[in-house]
Nanobody
Framework: EVHLVESGGGLVQAGGSLRLSCAASGFTFDDYVIGWYRQAPGKEREGVSCISSSDDSTYYADSVKGRFTIATNNAKNTVYLQMNSLQPEDTAVYYC???????????????????WGQGTQVTVSS
């Protein structure tokens, strides 16, 4: 059974940093693309970033490019999202998701991944 668990969210001041983790189990890590999404109250879900372990490809939404970095630790089956220079508009619930069929791309991030974690809250105060 595929299982994704996010952690690392919290409250941070504007300009600060957080590192989110997504611990995955129940599947072969290299066979899946892992994506990070976020959803703020009253807003649509936004695809933030993705990574493919099979070819090391990554993608970042324009809203986070240059501030966020996605990386994997294949030995731990964990994907990280390092978030720097956080701003109040980054406040949202952040979810990781996995899919065996998609590529890592901006287009695929608009589709619905098969497996989702429960989310972790990130709050950035001004």
């Amino acid at each position: 059974e595929v299982h994704l668990v996010e952690s690392g969210g919290g409250l941070v001041q504007a300009g600060g940093s957080l590192r989110l983790s997504c611990a995955a189990s129940g599947f072969t890590f290299d066979d899946y693309v892992i994506g990070w999404y976020r959803q703020a109250p009253g807003k649509e879900r936004e695809g933030v970033s993705c990574i493919s372990s099979s070819d090391d490809s990554t993608y970042y939404a324009d809203s986070v490019k240059g501030r966020f970095t996605i990386a994997t630790n294949n030995a731990k089956n964990t994907v990280y999202l390092q978030m720097n220079s956080l701003q109040p508009e980054d406040t949202a619930v952040y979810y990781c998701a996995a899919d065996p069929d998609y590529t890592c791309s901006g287009y695929a991030l608009q589709l619905k991944y098969d497996y989702w974690g429960q989310g972790t809250q990130v709050t950035v105060s001004s």
